[in-house]
Every structure is written in structure tokens, then in C-alpha cells.
């Protein structure tokens, strides 16, 4: 089966850190998303990009949050400083209009 | 944007049915998803409306009404393995994918 790969799978970090989290998506999947879950918001939506042309990221921080998508085949995240509300699981998914998306294993983020 | 409400938690038998209701307000639509979450993995997804009606699949129906802004996801003869959280989704018109808080199913023996 296809899949969202995601990297790394967990990080722990020191507080002022840069972080960046990958995402490969499906191949021939033309949008992706950057999802962010914690407990008491749930699915936040930080980014989407859709022929890897940056869509909304109305969702990030834009003073620390950074996405990116350089190819294809790779999507990125970028937090810089990290701070320990930045502790979630980050999710990438992709798909294409007229289905549903897949979603990836998440990056398991703990900021201290 | 979009408003998305489904009930906190659910509760039913093994065997039995539960519905799990999702209402939406929205900008735009080009789309209803209802997901599932195990606890401590990713959301999967079961199923997808964009017409009126009901879609079905399995053990899991999902139905949607854009003129009520309503959408349920039925799952019937209850397993253990069903419990976990269901999340309602709205795609809009500019393929921004929106989710709802989730619904906790746990199923009893």
C-alpha cells in the first residue's frame, strides 16, 4: 500500500532549538497538508500546499513556523526557536481532490 | 470558515449500532470525511460525501444533507476493535480540509 512517510518518527528538544520535520507524500498525490493534534485542540491545521504551491498557512506562527514543499516529493516544517507549546504530534497527509487524504504516522514532538 | 460540531463521547454495546452526528457551517463545500483514530496513531480514512445520500461500506454507512449542513456516521454490529475516536471533516471550496473535535466511541462488552 501507498503511504505518507514521515520523519523523524519522535524528537525531544531543548527549548530555543531548531526543528524541521519531513514529509514524503504519495506519489502523484497533489496536495498536502501540515496538521498539528494536541489534546485540547485537537486537528489544527498549520499548512496546505497543492501543486506545491503554498495555499493558506494561516494556521502557523509565521514568527517560528515555517513550510515548505522544494520538490515534489518532499514537504517540510520548520520550527525555529521551538518552545514547549510547540509539544504535538505534527501530521502530514496528501491526496487529491475528489478522494480522501492519507495521512502519515506523525512526528511525535516534545519540546522541554 | 468553517464550524464544525460532534458530540464529545458515545458509548454502546458490542453488536450494537451506534450514529454519530456531525453538523457543519461553511464558506464553501466540496466535501464531507469522517476519519477514524485509534489512540496514539493517525487518522484513517473510512469515507467520503460529496452528493446528498448515503454512502455505504461494510460495516459503516455515512450519510450527508448539504442543504442541512448535516452529515452522520453510522457503524453497525459493533466490534471492541471500533472504539476509538471518529472525526468529521469539511473540505472546502479552496480544498482546505477542516476537522471537528472527534467523537470518543467506546464499545462495552
Known amino acids: 500500500d501507498a503511504r505518507v512517510t514521515q520523519t523523524p518518527r519522535d524528537k525531544v528538544t531543548e527549548m530555543g532549538q531548531e526543528v524541521t520535520m519531513r514529509c514524503q507524500p504519495i506519489l502523484g498525490h497533489n496536495t498536502v497538508f501540515w496538521y498539528r493534534q494536541t489534546m485540547m485542540q485537537g486537528l489544527e491545521l498549520l499548512a496546505y500546499f497543492r501543486n506545491r504551491a503554498p495555499l493558506d498557512d494561516s494556521g502557523m506562527p509565521k514568527d517560528r513556523f515555517s513550510a515548505e514543499m522544494p520538490d515534489a516529493t518532499l514537504a517540510t516544517l520548520k520550527i525555529q526557536p521551538s518552545e514547549p507549546r510547540d509539544s504535538a504530534v505534527y501530521f502530514c497527509?496528501?491526496?487529491?481532490?475528489?478522494?480522501?487524504?492519507?495521512f502519515g504516522s506523525g512526528t511525535r514532538l516534545t519540546v522541554v | 470558515g468553517q464550524n464544525i460540531d460532534q458530540p464529545t463521547e458515545m458509548t454502546a454495546t458490542e453488536g450494537a449500532i451506534v450514529q454519530i452526528n456531525c453538523t457543519y457551517q461553511t464558506s464553501g463545500f466540496n466535501g464531507l470525511f469522517w476519519y477514524q483514530q485509534h489512540a496514539g496513531e493517525a487518522p484513517t480514512f473510512l469515507s467520503y460525501?460529496?452528493?446528498?445520500g448515503l454512502e455505504e461500506k461494510g460495516r459503516f454507512s455515512s450519510f450527508l444533507s448539504r442543504s442541512k449542513g448535516y452529515s452522520y456516521l453510522l457503524l453497525k454490529e459493533l466490534q471492541m476493535k471500533d472504539s476509538a475516536s471518529y472525526l468529521c471533516a469539511v473540505r472546502g471550496d479552496d480544498y482546505k480540509l477542516s476537522f471537528g473535535a472527534g467523537t470518543t466511541v467506546t464499545v462495552r462488552a
Open positions: 497527509a496528501s491526496g487529491l481532490a475528489g478522494s480522501g487524504y492519507t
Open positions: 460525501n460529496v452528493l446528498d
